[in-house]
């Protein structure tokens, strides 16, 4: 039996792919190539094509007797999706929606879903937990919210078995694999600040420094993208023999300032950040944490990486290593 990766030659598909490889696992890589890389991928079997083409994915679950997916595949960018709001329903729902009849024609029931913490919109309670409303400001939460309702009528109705991961802020680069953030454009705060405290590029701006936090600066939740992968890793063992639909948090429980980031990576790095201070971005909350309680607890997370430092210093490493990304 095999796992098919959707998205597999993206940021956190490829490290999952890595996790999945590590660990025993036939892999199996769709991708179209759009915005993952090949070159992220290590001897993995990699289909070029989309989820939506029905004849493709039929062909690949006969082949490789796919009996689990891991969906990364999506349209992944907040600022984007509001300025094109039918593009990233087309992308992520529609197209969603079409991998899952395939999936419940030919009878795969294992399905391991990458969402979001946008999920949850603008915090009423901090840390965020699984119960929190889930009430959208972007056209991308609303998709991936869909998404999750799409799978619990697709348990009712034809025994699909899921898990759906939602994410607080991926960062970081894997510790021993030449793999790590390549998204162009790069709109993320960690890379930002790396490539501007290793010269490659000229600045990075602050997004307000107005917010009700410790130093005027958003706060967020990161995660090493190691640890993502190994979530994912867990999640496909546990379907093995868990059934029925389920959510976790993934974060690390802890938050950063926008200007602690800048200073870790400023000690990281022993050079000065050149840093701008700017106006607020449009639908940024002041405070993003998680609390990822139930999936250690239920998961048997354990977070290995994520502490700032280790976060900044692979992601200091990738960045110094391939200051053009995957093309140098
Ligand atoms: N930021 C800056 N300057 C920049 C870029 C970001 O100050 O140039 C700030 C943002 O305002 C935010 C923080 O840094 O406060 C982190 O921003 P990111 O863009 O790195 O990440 P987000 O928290 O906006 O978004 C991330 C994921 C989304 C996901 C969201 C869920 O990238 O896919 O978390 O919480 F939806």
């Known amino acids: 039996m095999a796992v098919l990766v959707t998205g597999g030659a993206g940021y956190i598909g490829s490290h999952t792919v890595a996790e999945l490889n590590e660990h025993g696992f036939e892999v199996i890589v769709l991708d179209h190539l759009l915005n993952g890389h090949r070159q992220a991928l290590f001897g993995t079997t990699l289909y070029e094509g989309d989820i939506a083409d029905h004849k493709l994915i039929a062909e690949i679950i006969k082949k490789h007797a796919i009996d689990t997916v891991v969906h990364f595949a999506a349209m992944s960018l907040v600022g984007e999706s509001v300025q094109k709001p039918l593009d990233y329903y087309e992308a992520n729902v529609c197209k969603t929606r079409a991998l899952l009849q395939t999936l419940a024609e030919l009878g795969v029931q294992r399905f391991v879903f990458s969402s979001t913490a946008a999920v949850y919109g603008e915090p009423v309670q901090v840390p965020i937990s699984e119960q929190h409303q889930t009430s959208p400001t972007n056209p991308y939460g609303d998709t991936k919210l869909s998404i999750e309702h799409m799978l619990r009528w697709c348990y009712n109705a034809y025994g699909m078995h899921s898990i759906s991961l939602r994410y607080f802020n991926a960062a970081g680069a894997h510790l021993t694999l030449p793999i790590g953030e390549d998204h162009r454009p790069e709109t993320h705060l960690i890379p930002l600040v790396v490539q501007a405290a290793l010269g490659q590029r000229e600045h990075v701006t602050v997004f307000g420094e107005d917010y009700e936090t410790r130093d005027g600066t958003c706060v967020r939740d990161y995660v090493h993208v190691m640890d993502l992968a190994s979530a994912h890793r867990l999640a496909v063992e546990r379907l093995r023999h868990q059934q029925g639909v389920d959510v976790f948090n993934l974060g690390n429980g802890k938050g950063f300032s926008v200007k602690e980031v800048i200073d870790v990576v400023s000690r990281v790095t022993g050079r ?57």
Do not use: C, M
């Not at 998680?290 to 999936?295: C, E, G, N, Q, T």
């Open 272 to 328: 000065t950040v050149p840093t701008i201070y700017g106006a607020r971005r449009a639908g940024d909350p002041a405070v993003l944490v998680a609390s990822s309680a139930k999936a250690k607890e239920q998961l048997n997370w354990v977070l290995r990486h994520s502490d700032l430092e280790t976060i900044v210093s692979s992601a200091v490493n990738w960045h110094s290593r391939h200051p053009g990304g995957f093309n140098e």
